[in-house]
């Protein structure tokens, strides 16, 4: 089975190189997974020529990250689509452990890794606190049969089944298609140990600009 990773990005180069870096250290086998970035309309166009893994880097002109990714899925090769954000940090062992889950005996359609808060200094500053108590939750998101796409997997047949991604918000369409899928008989799991590392919001224009969107 193969993994394509697709990762949707906006005006955030300095964060998708941090990405990047992160997947070069990646402990699967890199002829394993492929890594598409969908560009959303970026002033300056991001550029990376990685030492390790197979990288294709498209562009997507309906603006919105759902949009991205519908078009990330249309681009890919892969059996399962590992989604996550360019402002993500991929644990060492993050593919590794996606495939592990992915070719068990368990054949999961849907999982849900766990989101790891990462901080600016040691210790976290009021904003940063504020945004690990109401930001991702995926383990309680998953007892609701749903799922941010910061670190979510899907069989890429699924798709075919459920449908893309609704494309009318600009936040709420992940948890929407899982529930969806669920509802579709679709198997899903969560796995603490596929981890993400997202680092908290740590100003209040940051969390300004989340609660915008999802208002």
């Not at 890199?30 to 990288?55: A, C, H, Q, T, W």
């Not at 294709?56 to 519908?70: F, P, Q, T, W």
């Not at 948890?175 to 799991?189: D, G, M, Q, S, Y």
Request: hydrophobic share 35%.
């Amino acid at each position: 089975k193969m993994i394509s990773v697709v990762v949707p990005v906006y005006n955030n180069n300095k964060q998708l190189n941090k990405f990047f870096r992160a997947i070069e250290d990646q402990t699967l086998d890199s002829n394993l997974f492929e890594v598409i970035v969908v560009d959303n309309g970026s002033i300056i166009k991001p550029k990376y020529k990685p030492n390790s893994f197979k990288l294709k880097i498209v562009n997507c002109s309906n603006l919105g990250s759902y949009s991205a990714r519908n078009e990330g899925i249309s681009q890919s090769v892969g059996d399962y689509i590992a989604f996550t954000d360019s402002d993500c940090i991929p644990d060492i062992n993050w593919l590794k452990n996606i495939f592990k889950h992915i070719n068990n005996n368990k054949k999961p359609d849907i999982i849900s890794g766990d989101i790891h808060y990462i901080f600016q200094e040691k210790k976290p500053n009021i904003y940063e606190i504020y945004d690990t108590v109401f930001g991702f939750g995926q383990e309680a998101l998953y007892k609701k049969n749903a799922s941010v796409t910061a670190n979510l997997i899907v069989r890429k047949e699924m798709f075919g089944r459920v449908g893309p991604f609704k494309t009318n918000k600009f936040s709420g369409s992940d948890t929407e298609w899982v529930k969806l899928a669920v509802k579709n008989n679709a198997k899903f799991i969560f796995v603490p140990e596929i981890i993400i590392k997202h680092p908290a919001r740590k100003s209040f224009h940051e969390l300004l600009i989340r609660e915008k969107r999802l208002y």
